[in-house]
């Protein structure tokens, strides 16, 4: 159960768009598709972003977009904004335990 | 509203044992699976354990199967962690969550600190 790995960090101007990639192994990411992401601010805790793959929450700006393939998750924002700068985790339960990743900082330069 | 409190958290030396507690109110508890997930300081979000609704069904982390157990009383609406053998990696905020196929709500979360 090693951590699903994501970069330490991206960056963008505001307006870009910035991916993050989640990988793990074959057993991290099973038919369930339950992979969600969550977005942290410093000092608060983490909030769904993405549930079931790509599902957003209600209130989640559509800025935010998700996809999976293989073993590879991967975050989009779109039309980065300042308030996108946070910590972002990818999770995934592929039955016998839950998974994170490792975390991506996000900048917006 | 849905609220999620922990407690039990501290201060214990290495070999040590705390039990976390976790009191839920504002949904059906017994329906619900509660995880304990924990992030050291400056770190990174790590599972911990779960436990499904009705307690039949716990499952651990590698890095804690063993050493901590998980259960619940739905008569109290609370989720129970116990740590034995603590060791300096155990030390991180606490947090139980609901889990939902994903987790919707958070606790602020307890501190443990394992240190001499």
């Known amino acids: 159960q090693s951590a699903l790995t994501q970069p330490r960090s991206v960056s963008g101007s505001p307006g870009q768009s910035v991916t993050i990639s989640c990988t793990g192994t074959s057993s991290d990411f099973s038919d369930y598709n339950y992979v969600s992401w969550y977005q942290q601010y410093p000092g608060k805790t983490p909030k769904v972003i993405i549930y079931?793959?790509?599902k957003r929450p209600s209130g989640v700006p559509d800025r935010f977009s998700a996809s999976k393939s293989g073993n590879t998750a991967s975050l989009i924002i779109s039309g980065l904004q300042t308030e996108d700068e946070a910590d972002y985790y990818c999770c995934s339960y592929p039955g016998a335990y839950v998974i994170f990743g490792g975390g991506t900082k996000v900048t917006v330069l | 509203e849905v609220q999620l409190l922990e407690s039990g958290g501290g201060l214990v030396q290495p070999g040590g044992s705390l039990r976390l507690s976790c009191a839920a109110s504002?949904?059906?508890?017994?329906?619900?699976?509660i995880n304990w997930v924990r992030q050291s300081p400056g770190r990174g979000l790590e599972w911990v354990s779960a436990i499904n609704g009705n307690g039949q069904s716990t499952i651990y982390a590698d890095s804690v199967r063993g050493r901590f157990a998980i259960s619940r009383d739905n008569s109290k609406n609370t989720v129970y962690l116990q740590m034995n053998r603590l060791t300096s990696d155990d030390t991180a905020v606490y947090h139980c969550?609901?889990?939902?196929?994903?987790?919707?709500?958070w606790g602020q979360g307890t501190l443990v600190t394992v240190s001499s």
């Open positions: 504002g949904f059906t508890f017994s329906s619900h699976a």
């Open positions: 079931d793959v790509n």
């Open positions: 969550t609901r889990w939902i196929n994903y987790y919707d709500y």
